[in-house]
DNA sequence: TAAGCTGTTTAGAAAAAAATGAACAAGCTT
DNA sequence: AAGCTTGTTCATTTTTTTCTAAACAGCTTA
């Protein structure tokens, strides 16, 4: 008989016993829930399954564990954790006596939203700053152009910088509700 | 010679001339502008190429205008073209006696942002209504929990509600901002 | 009604993103 | 030091997304 892959039962390590199946199905849900977010902001499925999984555990989870229950690889789980940690989503839990991560959900939508701006919207917001004072030397200095085509050229970088400011406006207020 | 693939310059139809370098030049740059933000959207790149040339263009573009600027397929940009009107993000504008659609941008603001949300968020909210729901009766009907493990449960239900009542409130005091 | 435009649809190709699995590092334990 | 355990890295494979090209539909004019 080949090896089966048994898990040490008997060295009991702290870590929650196999989920009972009423735990399964709301698990299940909670994945489900956190699996559709990711589809809105454009994350990958693997990453709203983990969130997925840590945020329906009553406990935080092992490595081990979120691999098991997610069926996912190592490499992964190990992925994605990187991200939620990066993102402010997900703490290591400390457990005396146990080398493992133990890993909990931040709940809080102020902390999971400042997270998100600070990884993905506040880049591009800088870098789209840039951008437009490029821009905007370009059509002042355009040759070729019938003055009404530049007069529509000069109101169009109007209408972005003015986009750009009203988004400027618009984060701090968000943190502000959400806090 | 083989045949050439000459536009047609004798019959001329009020379409713009073709380019200068500085009006290429400005509009690469908001290109790479618009291409930038599909890429925080999640949008694909070629739409945000499509709303740049139509952004970059002083008077509104045909169809046929767009792909050869592009260098895009028909395809795509008929795709991207729906996908865009859909959005509200471009309108057709109507010229006499001109058989061919003419496109101009959005460049309001609060209109873009009110398509996105129509478009990407609020179904997602809608659905996430829904699974939550679902979720709370499963942890009020759960049996194999210990209290403490169902009363952390039902807090992360409660921390879910309030994210969606946090959201709620939010979304129209964008709108506000915006307008 | 044939022939020419204008734009849409869609099967399949190409490209990009995500997941895997095997090698590896780092720390314990014996 | 040899052998576990825990987790990371990264080259490769798999899956998904995006783009293309060719057929096609609907108009318009000859």
Redesign the pocket.
Known sequence: MPKLRLK?ENAS?PEALAPSESQLAIQAQFIELFVSAA?VL??????G?IYGVIFAAPQPL???EIVER?????????????AL?SLGAVR?AYVP??????FEPETELRNLVAGLLRDRINPHLEQASDRLGKVRQQVSAGQGLSSTEAEVLRSRVNKLESWRKKSALLLPLVAKVLG
């Not at 997610?70 to 990187?82: A, D, E, P």
Request: net charge positive.
């Open positions: 040490p390590p589809g454009g994350v990958p499925r693997s990453i399954e092992t490595f081990q997610l069926n996912l690889s190592k490499g992964s789980v190990s992925q994605g954790l990187r940690r290591t006596g146990d080398r493992r991560d133990y």
